[in-house]
């Protein structure tokens, strides 16, 4: 058994002050280079402000859906006392997690048939990295 790690970084531009961008692409893409067919894949985000999710990919309304509840649990102008203004991002960023972990099987992710990985935004736009860690065997 050859157990593989690899990791991989990636750079995208988000458009807009909160949204969901769909990352799955490049979680395939980075399996299918690893070359691993049995093991994880973890994605992780570098930023304060961002996070990584899991959810339904088919239907982008809920996407929306996703952000503008959030938006309504945390407003922006709400009495933060951080002074970059950002705070409510911060908060979106901690509930929503700055990883996710994933099964790689038979060199594929082990996703639901309605499930992508998702980019958080919550403080752009901006130029954002995100990196994933493949651990397994060829």
Request: proline share 4%; with cysteine; glycine share 6%.
């Amino acid at each position: 058994m050859l157990v593989i790690k690899m990791l991989f970084k990636y750079q995208i531009k988000t458009n807009k002050r909160e949204e969901l961008v769909d990352i799955t692409p490049y979680i395939i893409s980075a399996i299918s280079e690893s070359k691993v067919k049995d093991g994880i894949a973890v994605i992780y985000v570098p930023h304060t402000t961002a996070g990584i999710t899991i959810n339904e990919n088919a239907d982008p309304s809920v996407k929306h859906d996703i952000i503008n509840f959030l938006s309504h649990l945390i407003p922006k102008n709400w009495n933060f006392t951080h002074l970059e203004g950002n705070s409510d991002a911060h908060i979106k960023s901690s509930l929503v997690g700055c990883s996710q972990t994933i099964i790689i099987k038979d060199g594929k992710p082990l996703l639901g048939t309605w499930q992508g990985i998702f980019f958080a935004e919550f403080d752009g736009p901006r130029r954002r990295e995100f990196y994933v860690k493949i651990i397994g065997d060829k």
